[in-house]
């Protein structure tokens, strides 16, 4: 069956770097892209961009570009989100997510919590 | 862009009800829209894609409907697992995921 299992959750001191990992089993990798999505707490999902699984080529949303890079492992199946110089604004829970058809995406990892806190 | 905007923000209900959630896109989308259901701690879940089409084990008591601007989400007989969070989401400007603001659906 699809999954998506993503890292462990996170403390990190402002200023830091954080890298989550989205693991994909059940599935060619390389045939579907993974998008990621922000929720900070109380608050509802953001778009923060995609990546192309079979190129590695990756989108961002506005606001998501500079600090925040999507990378790619095919040799494991995984996908990184990594986010530079970490804000108190950056804690929230971040999922990668399954693209499905061209429109939508359906299979979701189970949610990443990067707290920012000195 | 295309702006979706949901309503009502919350949505007030007791189980056996039934519960109608909007979800307005800024302009004509044609049927590409999807609703997502969302419980504490957990990840969304497809509940409903292309207007009204209902994902793998979705109960038949959750419905789509409409089409051009205005859509519509409704569980026909509330069941006390269903009092969650939904969202409505379309991708716009390819590869943009628009997602709406959600609507909560809480025991009355």
């Known amino acids: 069956q699809v999954q998506l299992v993503q890292s462990g959750s996170d403390l990190k001191k402002p200023g830091a770097s954080v890298k989550v990992s989205c693991k994909a089993s059940?599935?060619?990798?390389?045939?579907?892209?993974l998008n990621w999505v922000r929720q900070a707490p109380g608050q509802g999902l953001e778009w923060m961009g995609r990546?192309?699984?079979?190129?590695?080529?990756?989108t961002y949303a506005q606001g998501f570009t500079g600090r925040f890079v999507l990378s790619l492992d095919t040799s494991v199946s995984t996908s990184y989100l990594q986010i530079s110089s970490l804000k108190a604004e950056d804690t929230a829970v971040y999922y990668c997510?399954?693209?499905?058809?061209?429109?939508?995406?359906?299979?979701w990892g189970q949610g990443t919590l990067v707290t920012v806190s000195s | 862009e295309i702006v979706l905007t949901q309503s009502p923000a919350t949505l007030s209900l007791s189980p056996g009800e039934r519960a109608t959630l909007s979800c307005r896109a800024s302009q004509s989308i044609s049927n590409y829209l999807a609703w997502y259901q969302q419980k504490p701690g957990q990840a969304p879940r497809l509940l409903i894609y292309?207007?009204?089409e209902r994902a793998t084990g979705i109960p038949a008591r959750f419905s789509g409907s409409g089409s051009g601007t205005d859509f519509t989400l409704t569980i026909s007989s509330l069941e006390p697992e269903d009092f969650a969070l939904y969202y409505c989401?379309?991708?716009?400007?390819?590869?943009?995921?628009?997602f709406g603001g959600g609507t909560r659906v809480e025991i009355k």
């Open positions: 059940g599935y060619t990798f390389t045939s579907y892209g």
């Open positions: 997510a399954r693209d499905f058809s061209s429109w939508y995406v359906d299979y």
């Open positions: 989401l379309r991708r716009s400007n390819w590869p943009r995921l628009t």
């Open positions: 292309d207007t009204s």
């Open positions: 990546i192309d699984t079979y190129t590695g080529n990756p």
